[in-house]
């Protein structure tokens, strides 16, 4: 996926997953894994939104 682009329904643009897989690769891994493994139901996926926070003052992209 393009860097710019956004996917329905969150619209986090790609470019932020790409920068910022050291931080987020692991939890996003784990969640897919659990679904996949039918572990966890995507529904509360689907109804929920995610919010990442920086831990820096003045993070950059």
């Known amino acids: ?8 329904p969150d619209r986090f643009h790609a470019i932020l997953f790409q920068k910022h897989w050291e ?16 572990g966890k139901s995507i529904k509360a996926i689907n109804n ?3 919010v990442l926070i920086p831990k820096k003052k003045h993070p950059e992209v």
Not at 1 to 8: D, I
Not at 23 to 38: D, F, I, M, Y
């Open 1 to 8: 996926m393009g860097p710019n682009k956004a996917s329905e």
């Open 23 to 38: 931080v987020v690769g692991r939890l996003v891994s784990k969640a897919c894994l659990a679904v996949l493994n039918g």
């Open 48 to 50: 929920t939104n995610v």
